[in-house]
């Protein structure tokens, strides 16, 4: 069975620090997706990643895709509380269906 | 809008009733896809279509679920004889084509409640 994991669940931290949010998945997979949500709102793509080594950045988030050790990683420089919301990585080794991990929520306090 | 439509936003039924959801994909795009989230949970695969036909129905739960696609975009998801347990955010996506990489947007969802 097909497992992806985040750590952490919940995560709280204060605006201007930095954290990494973990992702790790139990199949090969060559590619990997980013997702952000708002509650009660739908998911937003935020990156995909394609093969290994893959690294992308948009604004105060960075992501990186290791291959070998199934495992990705979103970085959050100086958070700010705009980043607040709950984060989801996925895989999809069947080249369509996404296998979503239950997802890190994250509050950014003053 | 530009983006993944879905109806009804909310939906609350008695235990035993049917209920249809909608999708109204992307313009253009072939691939469509069903989830459904729990409350703390990442959504889970139900179906894909590629065009009109069901490619993958392999999340379905069980046979209570049907959905279809008759024209190659608006989707409807199907549920029979609903039960409590079916209670959940049904999220439709679509994507340009079902080709890995292509990335799936999302609509906002269907609120199931059943009581």
């Known amino acids: 069975e097909l497992k992806v994991e985040q750590n952490p669940l919940f995560l709280s931290m204060q605006e201007g620090k930095n954290y990494t949010i973990y992702c790790n998945y139990s199949?090969?997979?060559?590619?990997l997706y980013w997702y952000r949500q708002d509650p009660g709102k739908s998911l937003e793509s935020l990156f995909v990643l394609l093969s290994n080594g893959a690294v992308k950045q948009e604004g105060r988030l960075m992501a990186s895709l290791d291959t070998k050790a199934r495992l990705s990683t979103l970085h959050i420089t100086a958070a700010v509380h705009d980043l607040s919301a709950t984060y989801f990585c996925a895989v999809d080794p069947s080249g369509y269906a996404l296998n979503f991990g239950k997802g890190t929520s994250l509050l950014v306090t003053p | 809008g530009a983006g993944v439509s879905q109806t009804p936003s909310n939906k609350v039924t008695e235990k035993g009733k049917y209920v249809e959801l909608r999708c109204d994909p992307i313009s253009g795009h072939t691939a469509l896809y069903w989830y459904r989230q729990s409350l703390g949970q990442g959504p889970e695969f139900l179906i894909y279509?590629?065009?009109?036909?069901?490619?993958?129905d392999s999340g379905l739960p069980n046979d209570r679920f049907f959905a279809v696609r008759p024209e190659g975009s608006v989707s409807t998801l199907k549920i029979q004889r609903t039960e409590r347990g079916d209670s959940a955010v049904y999220l439709c996506a679509s994507s340009l084509t079902g080709v890995a990489k292509n990335i799936q947007y999302f609509g906002a969802g269907t609120r199931l409640s059943v009581l």
């Open positions: 199949t090969t997979s060559d590619r």
């Open positions: 279509f590629q065009g009109t036909g069901a490619a993958d």
